[in-house]
């Protein structure tokens, strides 16, 4: 856009809209608890950084912490600078004034990294720099500085993976490089390795999800092949005693998960031992 001024206001916080796709969570965690304090009794000292909107309206780009923490303050405005960018400019501005924070969680980066790898591509800079492959027109430096190019392919490819998976990977379940294996496996083959993950309380090796990827790539990943994959002992892997989930689903009803059918036959095998417990007194 040709309008670069910026104003500085304060806006009513009613008038502020979250950014459509932030990537950044804002979580109710200690952070937010001093957070909320600290602007309780200095107020807010950074202006959130804000775009116009139709209907008097403003987008946030920078500040959704600041906003939130304001929110469960009570506090009704807050200082802010307007800037006049498109929807692409908003979006690299967003990451940039992100990326910095101490505590990034890797499904952030990843997303992060997406947002602003397509802003630019829209903008005409032509990045080459999908998932799969980097060309030599943008470096990795002008997604995130310190990324190397095979580091921000890694976490572009995390935006791949389902939901609960990644999440698992927030979590440090699975590692990032093991992650990568698995986000090119389908929608649903990552839908029965999570079913097997939870009935087998495991996670992939990398050694397993390089398997199971070239597996998926040849078509030839099924249930029971994951299945076989994950039962395959590992370093440092305790002794279990492990079903096939197909030999345990006509015992229980259609709508039960592996995890509930798992937790289901934990309960009676210790009102079992309980009962046992009572006829050999």
């Known amino acids: 856009m040709n309008d670069k001024t910026v104003r500085a206001v304060h806006l009513p916080i009613e008038k ?10 804002v979580r109710n965690d200690d952070e937010m608890e001093q957070l909320i304090f600290s602007i309780l009794s200095q107020g807010v000292l950074t202006p959130v950084m804000v775009r116009p909107l139709e209907k008097g309206e403003y987008e946030v780009i920078s500040g959704h912490r600041r906003v939130h923490a304001c929110k469960k303050a009570g506090i009704d405005t807050v ?17 940039d004034s992100n990326l910095h924070r101490e505590r990034i969680l890797p499904s952030e ?10 802003a630019m591509s829209r ?5 080459d720099l999908t998932s799969d492959q ?9 997604i995130a500085e310190g990324e190397s190019v095979s580091q921000v392919k890694r976490y572009i490819r995390l935006t791949y993976l389902i939901p609960e998976i990644l999440r698992m990977v927030d979590e440090g379940r699975i590692a990032l490089t093991p992650a990568v294996e698995l986000s090119y496996l389908t929608e649903q083959e990552q839908r029965d390795l999570l079913e097997t993950m939870e009935c087998e309380d495991c996670t992939p090796s990398l050694s397993q999800a390089v ?3 070239k597996l998926s790539q040849a078509g030839e990943l099924d249930m029971d092949k994951i ?4 039962r395959q002992p590992k370093a440092n892997q305790k002794d279990k005693i492990s079903f096939r ?5 006509k015992f229980f009803p259609k709508s039960y998960t592996a995890a509930k059918i798992q937790d289901t036959i934990l309960k009676l095998i210790t009102e079992y031992y309980r009962k046992r417990g009572r006829e050999e007194r």
Request: some cysteine; proline content about 5%.
């Open 16 to 25: 502020l809209r979250s950014f459509a796709g932030n990537p950044f969570q």
């Open 79 to 95: 200082p802010a600078l307007i800037y006049c960018l498109d929807r692409d400019e908003a979006a690299i501005a967003l990451v």
């Open 109 to 118: 980066k990843a997303f992060a990294y997406k947002l602003k790898m397509d």
């Open 123 to 127: 903008q005409g800079q032509r990045t």
């Open 134 to 142: 980097v060309g030599p027109k943008l470096t990795a430096a002008a």
């Open 211 to 213: 398997q199971l990827k």
């Open 227 to 230: 299945f076989e994959l994950l």
């Open 245 to 249: 989930v197909d030999e345990l689903r």
